[in-house]
């Protein structure tokens, strides 16, 4: 089973990979509070409203986000068109009551938050363990080999992949290999909910399990 830290951040190797459904599980399962520093694009419910909602969870779990940004575009982006600046200054650990804190990036990990620093910055200034999350499919084997990379270039500590979407257990071993870390699989989920997360996060699997 995978071991968590107390606080950590969970990243993606790009946009959509499934950052939030994963935030969500661990939420749904944990002693949790979450946090999504950064929220860009409001054209449906936020990740934060997401999260809340799926894994059934009260406000008094929910951190505000620092920022959010309109369009859904990368932060530096949205930040410019909402006529505002984010700083690195901007992000520092939240006070928490439960047992771990959980916190969302937006994008992957070169994704600019402003001209000058990356999402990178924002998890090398928190000085947390991170969870990359990672396609199970074609092309994420340079993808995730690369965010690795990134991160370990910083000092960064990574105690895990999760491969989200159809079991790939040559990707899996491969990573493993190459990444020398604990890779997991959190499978294709064809329902997204408070028991379906639960059972998800049950039944996650490893190659070392």
Same mark, same amino acid.
């Given at each position: 089973?995978?071991?968590?830290?107390?606080?950590?951040?969970?990243?993606?190797?790009?946009?959509?990979?499934?950052?939030? %459904? /994963?935030? $969500? &599980?661990?939420?749904?399962?944990?002693?949790?509070?979450?946090?999504?520093?950064?929220?860009?694009?409001?054209?449906?419910?936020?990740? $934060?409203?997401? +999260?809340?909602? /799926?894994?059934? %969870?009260?406000?008094?779990?929910?951190?505000?986000?620092?920022?959010?940004?309109?369009?859904? &575009?990368?932060?530096?982006?949205?930040?410019?068109?909402?006529?505002?600046? @984010?700083?690195?200054?901007?992000?520092?650990?939240?006070?928490?009551?439960?047992?771990?804190?959980?916190?969302?990036?937006?994008?992957?990990?070169?994704?600019? @938050?402003?001209?000058?620093?990356?999402?990178?910055?924002?998890?090398?200034?928190?000085?947390?363990? +991170?969870? +990359?999350?990672?396609?199970?499919?074609?092309?994420?084997?340079?993808?995730?080999?690369?965010?690795?990379?990134?991160?370990?270039?910083?000092?960064?500590? /990574?105690?895990?992949?999760? &491969?989200?979407?159809?079991?790939?257990?040559?990707?899996?071993?491969?990573?493993?290999?190459?990444?020398?870390?604990? /890779?997991?699989?959190?499978?294709?989920?064809?329902? @997204?909910?408070?028991?379906?997360?639960?059972?998800?996060?049950?039944?996650?699997?490893?190659?070392?399990?």
């Amino acid at each position: 089973m995978i071991e968590i830290p107390r606080r950590f951040f969970i990243t993606g190797t790009d946009t959509e990979i499934g950052k939030t %459904v /994963v935030s $969500s &599980m661990f939420m749904s399962s944990l002693d949790a509070t979450y946090w999504k520093p950064i929220q860009s694009g409001l054209e449906e419910e936020t990740d $934060s409203q997401f +999260v809340q909602r /799926v894994a059934e %969870v009260d406000d008094s779990r929910i951190i505000p986000e620092r920022w959010v940004l309109n369009a859904p &575009m990368s932060p530096h982006a949205s930040a410019d068109l909402d006529g505002v600046s @984010i700083s690195l200054d901007d992000f520092e650990l939240p006070s928490f009551s439960t047992r771990h804190l959980i916190i969302e990036g937006a994008g992957g990990l070169i994704v600019p @938050i402003n001209w000058k620093h990356t999402m990178l910055d924002i998890i090398e200034k928190l000085e947390i363990p +991170v969870l +990359v999350v990672a396609r199970s499919g074609l092309g994420t084997l340079n993808h995730t080999l690369l965010s690795l990379k990134a991160l370990r270039d910083r000092g960064i500590h /990574v105690f895990a992949v999760l &491969m989200s979407g159809p079991y790939h257990n040559s990707n899996r071993e491969t990573l493993r290999h190459f990444g020398d870390l604990p /890779v997991y699989e959190l499978g294709q989920l064809t329902k @997204i909910d408070k028991s379906s997360l639960q059972i998800a996060f049950s039944q996650l699997v490893s190659l070392e399990s």
